[in-house]
């Protein structure tokens, strides 16, 4: 199986700062990697697939970048809606699988 | 727009079979690929398998042998059996309708609510 391993586990920034999130994969997954938000008590909620699409009304601040084993998600001005664990997801085999998440704070 | 609405138990007894079904609002079944996935405090998010409309499916080699997904097309319907459940399957169950990579997504872009089961005596 692949293994997704995401850093930081947890980042506190003021809002309108810029946040950054990383994912590695275990091995070479081409772009295939989506991004979720989730908030407490809420499903995820696909923000990035394929590495750097936008989903459908997704605010334009949530950017993704990377191939092969490296990623990043870039929040570019952090907004206090922005409070929520972020995960990484990769498809390019199965079993699909996730990364522990970030937990994104506002200072 | 689609919906996911999943239904089923909130606790279950140890030894024995979990099942929940995720009924599709708002748009057709057909054509799309569904999955289930669970998330718990000790291991994350895990994907426990799909089912295409057509029937067939595919599952997490860690789950295989205790997990049936089935669609029932007449319903909108598709639903998940997990057998000789331990405390470990304590966790929130989620449907959700995953984008294939030949449809350029590979992501799952509808969810349902969530469900909390808990396993125990």
């Known amino acids: 199986d692949i293994q997704m391993t995401q850093s930081p586990s947890s980042v506190s920034a003021s809002v309108g700062d810029r946040v950054t999130i990383t994912c590695r994969a275990s091995?070479?997954?081409?772009?295939?990697l989506a991004w979720y938000q989730q908030k407490p008590g809420k499903a995820p909620k696909l923000l990035i697939y394929?590495?750097?699409s936008l989903q459908t009304g997704v605010p334009s601040r949530f950017s993704g970048s990377g191939s092969g084993t490296d990623f990043t998600l870039t929040i570019s001005s952090l907004q206090p809606e922005d409070c929520a664990t972020y995960f990484c997801?990769?498809?390019?085999?199965?079993?699909?699988?996730f990364g522990g998440g970030t937990k994104v704070e506002i200072k | 727009q689609v919906q996911l609405q999943e239904s089923g138990p909130g606790m279950v007894k140890p030894s024995e079979t979990l099942s929940f079904t995720c009924t599709v609002s708002?748009?057709?079944?057909?054509?799309?690929?569904w999955s289930w996935i669970r998330q718990s405090p000790g291991k994350g998010l895990e994907w426990i398998g799909y089912?295409?409309?057509?029937?067939?499916?595919d599952y997490n080699s860690s789950l295989k042998s205790r997990v049936t997904i089935s669609v029932d097309t007449s319903k909108n319907q598709f639903s998940l059996k997990l057998n000789s459940v331990t405390a470990a399957d304590t966790a929130v169950y989620y449907c959700?309708?995953?984008?294939?990579?030949?449809?350029?997504?590979?992501?799952?872009?509808?969810w349902g609510q969530g469900t909390m089961v808990t396993v125990s005596s």
């Open positions: 959700a309708r995953w984008g294939t990579r030949s449809s350029g997504q590979g992501a799952f872009d509808i």
């Open positions: 708002g748009g057709s079944i057909s054509g799309y690929y």
């Open positions: 089912i295409y409309y057509t029937g067939s499916t």
């Open positions: 091995q070479g997954i081409s772009s295939w």
């Open positions: 394929a590495a750097s």
């Open positions: 997801q990769q498809a390019n085999s199965f079993p699909l699988t």
